[in-house]
């Protein structure tokens, strides 16, 4: 199985901060990932997929990058709406694989 | 506009057979490429993918739990359903089915989720 590695676990951070969260995969997923905020009770949502692509309606303030193993999502400036939590997901191989999640909680 | 939900029972007792329901709408199961995911979270807990099925019937499934999963798809009722069988308390979490859109940039990543319905183990 392909584990995926996100960091930090947590981070707490302030209005308009830029936000970055690590995602790791322990082998070469190409650009096979994707990434999903979470509110607390609510389901996952699709932020990112293909690594940098920007699903429709998802605000210009998010962004992707990464390729192999090594990927990363930015916030470039932190709005109240944006606490909550991000997962990634490898969507490379079978099992599918997510992070164990990144919460980003207000400073 | 793509919407899915899940049904099934709240409670269910250790060793029964958990079957949930993902009722979907505006998109069809017989396209090849499209398909549909479950996947689950324990509560305070990562999210883990359990079973998924294409459009054309490929199923596949989390060796983890592949000899107690079980997925299927009614194209007539616009359905998708889950069976676990033998269930036990590590088994309570919210599940999940989600759809996967076609494209190649899609392999396998899920656009649309629905709300989730919390199965709570215990006897």
């Known amino acids: 199985d392909i584990q995926m590695t996100q960091s930090p676990s947590s981070v707490s951070a302030s209005l308009g901060d830029r936000v970055t969260i690590t995602c790791r995969a322990s082998?070469?997923?190409?650009?096979?990932l994707a990434w999903y905020q979470q509110k607390p009770g609510k389901a996952p949502k699709l932020l990112i997929y293909?690594?940098?692509s920007l699903h429709s309606g998802v605000p210009s303030r998010f962004s992707g990058s990464g390729s192999g193993t090594d990927f990363t999502l930015t916030i470039s400036s932190l709005l109240p709406e944006d606490f909550a939590t991000y997962h990634c997901?490898?969507?490379?191989?079978?099992?599918?694989?997510f992070g164990g999640g990144t919460k980003v909680e207000i400073k | 506009q793509i919407t899915l939900k899940e049904s099934g029972p709240t409670l269910v007792k250790p060793t029964q057979t958990l079957t949930l329901a993902c009722t979907f709408s505006?998109?069809?199961?017989?396209?090849?490429?499209?398909?549909v995911g479950w996947i689950r979270q324990p509560p305070g807990k990562a999210l883990e993918w359990l079973a998924f099925?294409?459009?054309?019937?490929?199923?596949r499934y989390n060796p983890s739990l592949e000899t107690r999963v079980s997925i299927t798809k009614d194209t007539s009722k616009d359905q998708v359903v889950l069976t676990m069988t033998n269930v036990d308390p590590v088994d309570t979490a919210t599940y999940y089915c989600?759809?996967?859109?076609?494209?190649?940039?899609?392999?396998?990543?899920?656009?649309?989720w629905g709300q989730g319905t919390l199965v709570t183990v215990s006897s």
């Open positions: 293909a690594a940098s």
């Open positions: 082998q070469e997923i190409g650009t096979s």
């Open positions: 989600a759809h996967k859109p076609l494209g190649l940039l899609h392999p396998a990543d899920f656009d649309f």
């Open positions: 997901q490898q969507a490379k191989k079978f099992p599918l694989t």
């Open positions: 099925i294409y459009g054309d019937d490929d199923k």
């Open positions: 505006g998109f069809s199961l017989n396209t090849p490429g499209v398909g």
